[in-house]
């Protein structure tokens, strides 16, 4: 029997956003790869063998499924949310490209209820029009990028989300996020703060970028920033579809 | 019994793809409400009313169901991939915010896969890092906002994804997207054409963009475009997670 790796998207952490095709792939798994708190998701069940390990070994995990797939296994990596949106897919490609042995695996992408859609769901429809996705992370990438794209994303009048906004080892840098999105787009400018979103854990904040504080924030919790369109109506808060130039700076 | 509606995403076209809270929505109501195509993938059953509509009525669509639910009625909105992203979640709500008798509906919104996410899967990763979701049509905006906002996602060094990138009714635009894209991002960037992914019709193609041409997209299109390290190993599209300054205008 021949192997393959599969990367799954769990969607937030309700198992009702979970896609019968990911339940299919795991129930045929021999292997569950993936973070501990994504891989304790996992239901345990006889021939199932789970393989957890911790933040920041992205690598080393795609590795040892590409391993266990070239020895016949059935290995699903296992992502929270969507494994292409600041998951393990990008990490699972690098590592094909390092390992010319693997280029013959059975690889499949299996899509998942991203946190920024679940947490939009939420509370209305504040990614309605043209929106950019953002990993606040500089984990991987200089902070003056962040800056750039923040600064990009506010000037074309774009709704954001954004990922990884806090952490424990970068606590000042959402700060200064704050601070930017004030500087471009105002101090009304709605601002949603959705934490672990469709779990028991699950709290959602809406305040104006005036109200706005790091601290609203951790690393469960996905940010949105409304467009200039963005409003309440009663509860809800959502984006209009139409749109001029006036949000806009050239 | 109380009415209620709820707005949910079938995801982009196959069955596996539709999430068991969107199945349970579904099963329990009375009437559906939707675009022709969206309301022909849900399954005839008695004591279910079909009310397909065309293009275009989407408020009168939202009118209608918030009609139904203050009769008692249990009404689904269904939409393509994710209610939020393009879709009728906005308009629902714009819908509600004009008429103060919808105030005390109950509302919930179900999110889906969206088109991006499952395009991007097929091919591998190519929003394996910071991304914006633009709508490509001018029929609620000017075509000098998708201008504006192309260039401001292209000097961020975003990777893209664009809905509704072409139709019959607008189809030179497309062109004029294609030609701002090579100013900004030169010829070697990777453009990935996905149709109607996951349903029978289903076909992908991944150039770059001084090989694409606007007949490539049409309005079950979606189409995805790399950053400026988004790159090919094997048959796979991904975007590293790593980047640095390098693609970025100030």
Redesign the interface.
Known sequence: MSGWVVVAGL?PG????????VR?ALDQATDIVGYIPYVARIAPRPGLRLHSSDNRV?LDRARHALEMAAQGLRVVIVSSG?????AM??????Q??ASPEA?QTE?R??????AM??A???V????????????LSDN???F??VE??L???A????AMAFYNPRSKARPHQFARVLDILREECGPDRLIIFARAVSTAQEAVQVVTLDQATPEMADMRTVVLVGNSAT?R??D?V????????SG?T?
Chains 1, 2 share one sequence.
């Open positions: 969607g309700a198992e009702d956003l979970v896609t019968p095709e299919a992205e969507d494994p292409g949106v600041f897919a990008s990490a699972l490609f690098e094909v490209e280029a690889i992408i299996l899509p998942g209820i991203t859609l679940a939009a769901a939420r209305g429809a504040p990614l309605g029009h043209d929106f950019c996705a953002i990993n991987l990438k200089p003056a990028l750039h794209r600064r990009h994303a000037r074309g009048d774009f409003r109506t009663g809800w959502y984006t209009p579809r139409g749109a001029t130039l806009v050239p």
